[in-house]
């Protein structure tokens, strides 16, 4: 499976941008998808997931209400839609996905947020 991002890029604080994970290969044998994020420092933790058929969502509690997974099955891309963004989201934003028994990772694209 490969994953690669798109969509990172700098904003002002409130402002919106939309990350999309262009995802290739064995597709047929994935259950979920995701969106982590690293700031500077810290630890990768999960944003967002979505199971693979899409049935069901699941966000931190930090992005709940701001942040939309949603995946296109027709172009095989997971998307994250990020609104009213605030400094603390900066970090770089990575795409997950899990198989059985894998799971696969992209490069990582940069989210800035400037207050």
């Known amino acids: 499976v490969k994953l690669v991002e798109s969509g990172g890029g700098s904003v002002q604080t409130g402002g919106s941008l939309r990350l999309s994970c262009a995802v290739s290969?064995?597709?047929?044998?994935?259950?979920?998808a995701g969106w982590f994020r690293q700031a500077s420092g810290k630890e990768r933790e999960q944003v967002a997931r979505?199971?693979?058929?899409?049935?069901?969502?699941h966000y931190s509690d930090s992005v709940k209400g701001r942040f939309t997974i949603s995946k296109d099955n027709a172009k095989n891309t997971v998307d994250l839609q990020m609104d009213d963004l605030k400094p603390e989201d900066t970090a770089v934003y990575y795409c997950?996905?899990?198989?059985?028994?894998?799971?696969?990772w992209g490069q990582g694209t940069q989210v800035i947020v400037s207050s």
């Open positions: 997950n996905v899990r198989t059985v028994p894998d799971e696969y």
């Open positions: 979505i199971t693979w058929n899409g049935g069901s969502e």
């Open positions: 290969g064995r597709t047929d044998i994935a259950y979920s």
